[in-house]
């Protein structure tokens, strides 16, 4: 094992971060500190990848163990600086800063949480190991409370290491180049299972927040369901279960329950009984004359939610009077996701996606979290008549997967499994704890549809098999209410992952990746293909990729591969095929193109820096394309609009 990988595997095994992924959100008892801003940051020395951990560089500030830069966080560090070292950097990267802790937080639960770390973290407060997290793109949380001094000065140090091997996920390898004549001593390449740029470093947003020491809401699920009486209106039911810590010397006094409408009306409220200390609330209510969550372009208004608002009580003993009380509130959505052999159905309506793959990948910022870019990218897949997006290849942010719910805009929410191979007993642990920590954080966002287990695995392995069953069954039991895919590449015939699938999805590039250039054979062969998956899984077929690169400005006349004018083409000849499955087949369930905007890609000679099959640029300005697919989806949308408007 790389020896920077055995000394993370030592912290993973000594420190484990708290389990509950609500979001962390301000109320009348949780106080909110954000800790984004410059911090800063250096890198392991080169050959040296573990010096951080031998010389403790986190029992003092990060700038006594050598010269430091400042870093911006939420940020990919790999852009930020003209250093090629940084950029390029694989191994231990160390952050800290400096913060304060009101004094007034002394008698306050106080948890730290890192919105995600790339790939893996180890975290100290004031020089004390505070925990750990393997994976990048989720959230995790760190009780710190023992750990600040309150009211005074305290640091935080963040090491992060972005290297990736078999036992990853995502995977990649590190392969040493032992030629000394040609490369120096210690010399590796990590290379990867996947086709866009390794950013790291700490990617979202930082926060300390508080709790109530006697009592805290750790975790709230809510799942729902309507019926329509004759007159067309509906009534809702709204089940809830409220996970409640409390603590030993705390008694049980009361739970309420609230549950507002977007104008923060009050629609239904119930006291409910007391609990032992530590202890679940279950229960169900009624709206009536209720409003569903709906798809954009269904119809209906789109994305109304719906505030549940929880207030827990406990008796105890503390300077702040003799009770103390937790309060959070969560947005959520009434709607039901649905499937059989032909479709998904949204609401017992069926849904058809007409949306794209995306990155969460921008200039400078890398893959950090930009609120601008969010929005930018909202009012695009709007602008485009796009109802859906998958999250390629890994979970995107909560503060986008906010603006999806409020929008309509359906997703499918994907695990950063890409490109899987081996398919052994860690591999598919560690797979599983994914699923766990991404249906933890998401399960309650109406917009999330499907759940994606990867994209592209070596899914033709024997092995694949009981594997992808295996991530199915577990992901199911952690949520029956939504569909379960895994999105794949290889040919029906040799696929050993769809069988346990709720929705097949392919990837197929007929006319670039093969029969480059040529657009006239794209019909036939989708059409083709599309048949054969069909025939051999008898389940909804979604076409998860197709696409073809353009250099912006480039354009030719006849139409040639690269230009503006091919990639147009290349779609239109895909929409012939789509609009015959369309017109003949119920169970043709969606197409999604490659890529949203183009993206940066690892070191390599066949691409310039980017993957060009973007709609849009790197800069989200137009390509030809992006108007040729505002077309379609504009019209699809149309005619989906006037299938659910009622006529006058």
């Given at each position: 094992m790389w020896p920077f990988l055995a000394t993370l595997s030592l912290y993973l095994t000594l420190l484990s971060p708290a389990s509950s992924l609500l979001y962390p959100r301000a109320s009348e008892s949780r106080d909110l500190v954000s800790l984004d801003g410059i911090w800063q940051f250096r890198v392991s020395p080169p050959g040296d990848p573990n010096a951080g951990f031998r010389e403790a560089w986190y029992s003092a500030r990060l700038s006594e163990s050598g010269t430091t830069i400042p870093m911006p966080v939420p940020c990919s560090f790999n852009d930020i600086t003209a250093d090629d070292e940084i950029r390029n950097y694989i191994g231990w990267a160390w952050y800290d800063r400096e913060l304060y802790v009101p004094s007034g937080w002394s008698d306050r639960r106080v948890v730290l949480r890192f919105g995600s770390v790339n790939y893996n973290a180890v975290v100290w407060v004031n020089g004390h190991s505070a925990g750990s997290h393997e994976g990048g793109h989720l959230p995790f949380e760190l009780e710190v409370t023992s750990l600040l001094k309150m009211g005074a000065a305290n640091w935080l140090t963040v090491a992060v290491n972005n290297t990736l091997d078999l036992e990853t996920i995502p995977q990649g390898k590190i392969t040493f180049k032992d030629d000394t004549t040609r490369y120096p001593e210690g010399y590796f390449e990590q290379s990867y299972n996947f086709e866009y740029f390794h950013y790291a470093g700490i990617h979202r947003s930082v926060q300390l927040f508080t709790t109530p020491l006697a009592v805290h809401i750790q975790d709230i699920t809510i799942t729902t369901n309507f019926s329509?009486?004759?007159?067309?209106?509906?009534?809702?039911?709204?089940?809830?279960?409220?996970?409640?810590?409390?603590?030993?010397?705390?008694?049980?006094?009361?739970?309420?329950?609230?549950?507002?409408?977007?104008?923060?009306?009050?629609?239904?409220?119930?006291?409910?009984?007391?609990?032992?200390?530590?202890?679940?609330?279950?229960?169900?209510?009624?709206?009536?004359?209720?409003?569903?969550?709906?798809?954009?372009?269904?119809?209906?208004?789109?994305?109304?939610?719906?505030?549940?608002?929880?207030?827990?009580?406990?008796?105890?003993?503390?300077?702040?009077?003799?009770?103390?009380?937790?309060?959070?509130?969560?947005?959520?959505?009434?709607?039901?996701?649905?499937?059989?052999?032909?479709?998904?159905?949204?609401?017992?309506?069926?849904?058809?996606?007409?949306?794209?793959?995306?990155?969460?990948?921008?200039?400078?910022?890398?893959?950090?979290?930009?609120?601008?870019?969010?929005?930018?990218?909202?009012?695009?897949?709007?602008?485009?008549?796009?109802?859906?997006?998958?999250?390629?290849?890994?979970?995107?942010?909560?503060?986008?997967?906010?603006?999806?719910?409020?929008?309509?805009?359906?997703?499918?929410?994907?695990?950063?499994?890409?490109?899987?191979?081996?398919?052994?007993?860690?591999?598919?642990?560690?797979?599983?704890?994914?699923?766990?920590?991404?249906?933890?954080r998401d399960k309650n966002r109406p917009s999330v549809l499907v759940w994606s287990l990867g994209n592209e695995p070596q899914s033709a392995e024997e092995a694949a098999g009981p594997y992808f069953k295996a991530v199915y069954d577990h992901t199911r039991a952690l949520d029956p209410t939504r569909a379960i895919t895994t999105v794949v590449s290889v040919g029906a015939d040799k696929d050993q992952a769809s069988a346990s699938m709720d929705l097949v999805l392919i990837n197929r590039y007929f006319g670039w990746y093969s029969d480059s250039g040529r657009a006239e054979v794209i019909e036939r062969q989708m059409l083709t293909e599309a048949a054969a998956w069909r025939r051999t899984f008898g389940k909804p077929l979604v076409v998860s990729e197709y696409g073809a690169g353009s250099v912006a400005g480039l354009r030719d006349l006849p139409a040639f591969i690269w230009t503006e004018d091919y990639q147009a083409e290349f779609l239109r000849q895909y929409h012939k095929a789509f609009d015959k499955l369309i017109s003949t087949e119920t169970w043709f369930a969606g197409e999604m193109v490659w890529n949203f905007a183009d993206f940066a890609v690892p070191r390599e000679y066949i691409r310039p820096q980017f993957c060009m099959k973007g709609m849009f640029t790197r800069e989200r300005k137009p390509k030809l394309a992006a108007y040729v697919l505002r077309d379609r989806y504009t019209r699809l949308a149309e005619l989906e609009a006037a299938r659910w408007t009622p006529k006058v």
């Open positions: 329509t009486d004759s007159s067309g209106l509906w009534t809702a039911y709204v089940s809830y279960e409220v996970d409640v810590v409390r603590s030993a010397k705390a008694s049980a006094r009361s739970s309420l329950v609230k549950i507002r409408d977007q104008r923060g009306r009050a629609v239904h409220f119930k006291s409910l009984p007391l609990l032992p200390k530590n202890g679940r609330i279950r229960g169900m209510v009624t709206i009536p004359n209720a409003t569903l969550w709906w798809p954009v372009g269904m119809g209906e208004t789109p994305g109304f939610q719906y505030t549940l608002e929880v207030v827990e009580t406990a008796d105890t003993a503390t300077r702040r009077g003799g009770s103390e009380m937790d309060v959070y509130r969560q947005l959520f959505g009434v709607r039901t996701v649905t499937w059989d052999s032909d479709r998904l159905y949204v609401n017992n309506r069926p849904f058809y996606f007409r949306g794209f793959g995306k990155h969460e990948d921008a200039n400078i910022v890398g893959r950090g979290l930009s609120l601008p870019l969010i929005m930018r990218d909202i009012n695009l897949i709007v602008w485009s008549g796009a109802n859906s997006f998958r999250t390629s290849h890994y979970p995107y942010a909560e503060e986008l997967l906010d603006q999806t719910d409020a929008a309509g805009i359906v997703v499918i929410d994907e695990s950063p499994a890409i490109g899987l191979e081996g398919f052994g007993a860690t591999l598919l642990a560690k797979h599983k704890r994914v699923m766990e920590e991404l249906v933890a």
